[in-house]
């Protein structure tokens, strides 16, 4: 599967953006799908989880009651809804994909799949 990540930008703090990350090749409920960010000299963090079944979804602590996370299997598409974004926020953010029937986790080395990454920038 390819994934094609998009919706980033530049905005104030306190809005919202939404990213979505589509799919091609095979249909997105195959696949467990994580997004991820990476902050400049910071290691790359865990956002959300949404497993195969799209009914078991986790979020970073950091993230918890602000982002949420969806997909459209007709669009084969995913979402990562963030809202009140903060300055620390700011951050390139990935989704990535692992085809393993197994895993739904937030370790980066479960994920096989990952898109190119879309900045996202918050100004304070």
């Known amino acids: 599967v390819q994934l094609q990540a998009s919706g980033g930008g530049l905005v104030q703090a306190g809005g919202s953006l939404r990213l979505a990350c589509r799919a091609s090749?095979?249909?997105?409920?195959?696949?467990?799908m994580g997004w991820f960010r990476q902050a400049p000299g910071k290691e790359r963090e865990s956002v959300a989880v949404?497993?195969?079944?799209?009914?078991?979804?986790g979020f970073g602590d950091s993230v918890k009651g602000r982002f949420t996370v969806s997909r459209d299997i007709a669009k084969n598409t995913a979402y990562l809804q963030m809202n009140s974004l903060k300055h620390e926020d700011t951050a390139v953010y990935f989704c990535?994909?692992?085809?393993?029937?197994?895993?739904?986790?937030?370790?980066?080395?479960?994920?096989?799949?990952w898109g190119q990454g879309t900045l996202v920038t918050v100004s304070s």
């Open positions: 949404m497993c195969r079944s799209g009914g078991a979804v």
């Open positions: 090749g095979r249909t997105l409920d195959a696949y467990a």
């Open positions: 990535a994909a692992t085809s393993q029937i197994t895993y739904c986790g937030s370790d980066s080395d479960g994920y096989e799949f």
